[in-house]
Each structure stands twice: as C-alpha cells, then as structure tokens.
C-alpha cells in the first residue's frame, strides 16, 4: 500500500462543476504539496499546506493533520483545469512521497 | 529566460548508448532534484543536490550518475540503460532549507531506450 493514497483516480465532469479530489497520508509530514501536471508532462505547484487551508482563485486546499488527510478543491470547474492532480508529503528533509495521481477531464 | 529548463525534452537512446540530460534554473535556489515517472506510477525521487552537495540517493542503479557543477546546473549521465528505464525525467529546483520549500519543476525529458 503507497503510504500516499489519492482517490479517485480517474474524474470526469461538466464544466461548471465543483471537484473534489482526495489524499490520505500515513507518514509524518511537515507539509503537503498539491501538483498539477498537464498533458506533455510539465509539472506545476499549486500549495504547500501544513495546516488549515490555503485559496488560490478557484483552487483551495485544506488538510486536516489529526486525520492525515486533504482535499483539493475546484469551484466552477472549467475544461482547461483537465490534468492530473498530483498531491506530495514532504516527510524529510529533502524526502517527498507522490500519490499516483488523480486524472481530472472537465467537459464543456 | 527564468525557471527550470531541461534538455532535450525528447531522447531516444539505445542500451549501449551513453547520453547526458541537462537541467538549468534560473530562480537562484540552492537545491536541485531528478525525478522519474514512468506510466502508471508514482514520481519516484531520484537523487537531491543541496549547495552542490548530494543529500539523497534513493537506491537508483549506478547506471544513473547525477553531477551538479553548480547551484544552477544539474546533469544525469546515462549508461548502458535498460528498456524499463525508458520514463519522463523531470527536474526541480526549490529554495531548501528543513522545510524543502515548494519545488518549482522543469519540463522533463521524455526518454526511449531501445
């Protein structure tokens, strides 16, 4: 079992929509980064959280470290936020553990 | 130019070849990093250069040689690779610190081994 856990692992929506999209840890972290990454392979950092919630435009982020759990949230989801929506735990120094990923496809 | 760029972006390289894969940043931070992501996996943390100085090799074969000349260069020399080697190398760079700061990626190279 990957000690990053993301769910679902595959999304699909309508335009408009509000997403959600899951990671569940079970190391110890100092914090955890959601990544976007598109299609071509470039890789985007979207938060770095250690508590609370953090809201960037559509996008917010919230983790819950008592229950080693976070969410990405999309509001008015749109067909250019189509990615794959990766989440990290930073458990060291320079040691960081991905999920495999959740592949989101928003339609018009 | 500013950010991360890698060269090249597309290799195809056969098992007794040796080719080098290069990463530049230009946001002035002091920690570089080589992953790699194959279909269907995880990014796997490869090796980590701070101030120059390797701080992490996760078990990659020796067939992988990373050298980072400087803050702002950082190269993976390969030789005799498998086909199951064949992935995405993406580079990142951060500030570093205990922290490790948010990682700022390049956009990777896509490898082919034959």
């Known amino acids: 079992k990957n000690e990053v856990e993301q769910s679902p692992q595959n999304l699909t929506a309508q335009e408009g929509e509000f997403i959600t999209i899951n990671c569940s840890y079970s190391v110890g972290i100092s914090a955890l980064h959601w990544l976007q990454q598109h299609p071509g392979g470039g890789i985007v950092s979207l938060f770095m959280l250690s508590s609370g919630k953090k809201k960037h435009g559509r996008l917010i982020a919230t983790i819950n470290i008592q229950e080693k759990h976070s969410s990405l949230h999309i509001t008015a989801s749109h067909p250019r936020d189509s990615a794959v929506y990766i989440c990290a735990a930073h458990s060291g120094t320079y040691k960081y553990i991905f999920g495999t990923g959740t592949r989101l496809k928003v339609l018009a | ?114």
Do not use: I
């Not at chain 2, 060269?7 to 946001?27: A, D, F, I």
């Not at chain 2, 990093?33 to 090796?47: D, G, I, R, T, V």
């Not at chain 2, 260069?73 to 205990?98: N, R």
């Open chain 2, 1 to 114: 130019e500013t950010g991360v760029t890698q060269t090249p972006r597309h290799l195809v390289m056969g098992m007794t070849n040796k080719k080098s894969l290069k990463c530049e940043q230009h946001l002035g931070h002091n920690a570089m990093y080589w992953y790699k992501q194959s279909a269907k996996k995880p990014l796997e943390l490869m090796f980590v250069y701070n101030f120059k100085e390797q701080t992490e090799n996760n078990s990659v074969p020796s067939r992988f040689s990373p050298e980072c000349p400087n803050s702002s260069h950082l190269f993976l020399h390969l030789h005799t690779l498998q086909p199951e080697d064949s992935a995405l190398y993406l580079c990142a760079s951060s500030q570093g610190g205990t922290s490790g700061g948010t990682q700022y990626f390049g956009p990777g190279t896509r490898l082919l081994v034959l």
